[in-house]
Nanobody, 124 residues
Framework: QVQLVESGGGLVQAGGPLRLSCAASGRTFSSYNMGWFRRPPGKEREFVAVISWSGGSRDYADSVKGRFTISRDNAKNTVYLQMNSLKPEDTAVYYC?????????????????WGQGTQVTVSS
């Protein structure tokens, strides 16, 4: 069982940075691949970024490549999403998710555990 708690969301001006954190409970955090997803207003949930259990493999949605960076600290049971050059279209509720180690995937239904989400609002 893994419990996930996101933090770091808020209101930011376009072009600014924001860093999200996701703290996980449990001693098996290091065995999970971790993903970030988001749900923009009125839209379906979408993939943002994923990092493998070791940190050796990462993938990003095309819309955030070059602007967002996913990282993890297994000693702190935490995964991060550094978001730079934010745009109004990045406005969404951001969720972190955990998937038992295996193939790194961008599909939300592959993930076993989810956080409650944190709101990110980018003003123009």
């Amino acid at each position: 069982q893994v419990q996930l708690v996101e933090s770091g969301g808020g209101l930011v001006q376009a072009g600014g940075p924001l860093r999200l954190s996701c703290a996980a409970s449990g001693r098996t955090f290091s065995s999970y691949n971790m993903g970030w997803f988001r749900r923009p207003p009125g839209k379906e949930r979408e993939f943002v970024a994923v990092i493998s259990w070791s940190g050796g493999s990462r993938d990003y949605a095309d819309s955030v490549k070059g602007r967002f960076t996913i990282s993890r600290d297994n000693a702190k049971n935490t995964v991060y999403l550094q978001m730079n050059s934010l745009k109004p279209e990045d406005t969404a509720v951001y969720y972190c998710a955990a998937k038992s180690s295996g193939v790194v995937t961008t599909r939300s239904y592959d993930y076993d555990y989810w956080g409650q989400g944190t709101q990110v609002t980018v003003s123009s």
